[in-house]
């Protein structure tokens, strides 16, 4: 599986940004995904991830209510939406999926579960 993101830019906070993730080699619809970040100096930290089939998610609590995962219409494709972004969310942004499951319902927190990563979007929120 191969993943691209996309979306990312130069906002001011309280500006929303749409990130996009495209997967090939696998319909990354059928697996589990998640949005990773890392700020400069930081360890890679989950933002959101999202069961094999939807029914669950786990934000972290700081974009809880700000950001939204969610899945396009084909089959490859998984969105962020953010929403009234700050300066605390400036970092680069990673999307990525797994190529098993333990159960279709289960959320994967940790970036050591995940097997393929996209290259990384960068957001960066001036105040």
């Known amino acids: 599986v191969q993943l691209q993101a996309s979306g990312g830019g130069l906002v001011q906070a309280g500006d929303s940004l749409r990130l996009s993730c495209v997967g090939s080699?696998?319909?990354?619809?059928?697996?589990?995904v998640g949005w990773f970040r890392q700020a400069p100096g930081k360890e890679r930290e989950l933002v959101v991830a999202?069961?094999?089939?939807?029914?669950?998610?786990r934000y972290r609590d700081s974009v809880s209510g700000r950001f939204t995962i969610s899945r396009g219409n084909d089959v490859n494709t998984v969105f962020l939406q953010m929403n009234s972004l700050k300066p605390e969310d400036t970092a680069v942004y990673y999307c990525?999926?797994?190529?098993?499951?333990?159960?279709?319902?289960?959320?994967?927190?940790?970036?050591?579960?995940?097997?393929?990563w996209g290259q990384g979007t960068l957001v960066t929120v001036s105040s």
């Open positions: 999202m069961s094999r089939n939807n029914a669950n998610t």
């Open positions: 080699g696998r319909p990354v619809n059928a697996l589990p």
């Open positions: 990525a999926t797994k190529g098993s499951y333990r159960s279709p319902g289960y959320v994967y927190t940790g970036p050591m579960n995940y097997d393929y």
